[in-house]
C-alpha cells in the first residue's frame, strides 16, 4: 500500500462525515442533554468544500463512511484518508491519523488540499432531507455532504480509475484518465472501453466466492490512439483474461488476478 503520512487534517475530514450522518432530522446544532449524532451505516459524497468564502466542487468519488468502532475512513477524490472519531451530541471531534500519497491531477489534488485543510477541529453539523452540512465554530469551513446508495454490481457504468499491483495502488497512464469503462449485465454480458477500444466478453459471475471469470478473449474495436490509452488498454486486456476475484465497497469496484494485479472503477452517476 502507498505510505501513510499523518495528517490530522484528514481525520478531520472523517470526522466531518460522521457528522453529518448523526445529525438527526431537526438538524441544528444540539444543546448538550442532545444525544450523539448516529454516524454509522450511512455512506455520503461529498459535493463542496467552503474555505474563507471560497467553495470548491468536490471531484467524483470524493466520500466519507463511518464505522461502529468510532473509525471513519473515505476519499478526498484523489487519495484514502482514515481517522478516529469522537462525537458528543452534534460535535464530531476528529484525531490525527493517516492519509495515501498517491499523486493525482492537478484539480484533485488542489481540492485535496483544501478539503483537508478545511476540516480540523470541532464541526458542527445540520441535516435535513439526506443533505449534511458541517461547519466549523467560527464559521468559516462547512463541508457539504449527501446520502449516497450502494451501486450494484450489475448494469451500473464502472468508471476505471486506477491499477492494483499487490497491495500498491497507481494513478492511470497520464492521458488515459476517464477513457476505459465497463457495464456488467444480468446476463453475464461484460460490454464496455479499454482505454481506446470498445470491447465486450462473456463472463461467469459466483456471488458467493466474489469471482468474476471471463471465458475466453475479449472481442474489440480495432482503432489506434495515442500511447498512453494504448498502454490502459494492453494492460486492461491482459487483465480481463481470466479469472478475477472482486471486491464491492459501496460504489467502489475492485478486480484482481492471483497474482493481486488489477483494477480500481468508480460507478458512474445514472443518468439522468
Not at 214 to 221: K, S
Request: hydrophobic share 35%; glycine share 14%; proline share 6%.
Amino acid at each position: 500500500m502507498p505510505k501513510p503520512r499523518s495528517t490530522l487534517a484528514t481525520v478531520a475530514v472523517l470526522l466531518a462525515a460522521l457528522t453529518s450522518c448523526g445529525q438527526g432530522e431537526n438538524g441544528g446544532s444540539g444543546g448538550a442533554g442532545d444525544p450523539d449524532l448516529p454516524l454509522t451505516g450511512t455512506h455520503w459524497t461529498v459535493g463542496a468544500v467552503t474555505v474563507d468564502g471560497g467553495r470548491s466542487p468536490a471531484p467524483d468519488g470524493a466520500r466519507v463512511s463511518f464505522a461502529e468502532n468510532g473509525r471513519a475512513q473515505g476519499s478526498t477524490g484523489c487519495n484514502h484518508f482514515g481517522a478516529g472519531v469522537a462525537v458528543t451530541g452534534a460535535t464530531v471531534t476528529v484525531s490525527a491519523n493517516e492519509v495515501t500519497e498517491m499523486g493525482c491531477p492537478g484539480d484533485r489534488q488542489r481540492f485535496e488540499t483544501a478539503f483537508l485543510a478545511a476540516f480540523t477541529g470541532p464541526l458542527t453539523g445540520t441535516l435535513e432531507d439526506g443533505a449534511l452540512t458541517l461547519v466549523s465554530t467560527d464559521g468559516t469551513r462547512k463541508v457539504e455532504l449527501a446520502a449516497e446508495p450502494s451501486a450494484p454490481l450489475r448494469g451500473t457504468t464502472w468508471k476505471v480509475e486506477g491499477l492494483v499491483s499487490q497491495d500498491t495502488a497507481a494513478s492511470l497512464p497520464a492521458g488515459a484518465e476517464g477513457k476505459a469503462r465497463l457495464v456488467i449485465g444480468a446476463d453475464g454480458k461484460v460490454t464496455g472501453n479499454l482505454g481506446c477500444n470498445d470491447f465486450s466478453a462473456t463472463a461467469k459471475i459466483d456471488e458467493k466466492a466474489r469471482t468474476l471469470t471471463v471465458e475466453g478473449p475479449a472481442a474489440t474495436t480495432r482503432m489506434m490512439c495515442e500511447s498512453p490509452r494504448m498502454t490502459l488498454e494492453t494492460r486492461l486486456y491482459e487483465l480481463l483474461d481470466g479469472p478475477l476475484a472482486y471486491r464491492l465497497d459501496h460504489r467502489m469496484l475492485t478486480l484482481t488476478d492471483g497474482a493481486g494485479e488489477g483494477l480500481t472503477a468508480r460507478a458512474e452517476p445514472p443518468a439522468q
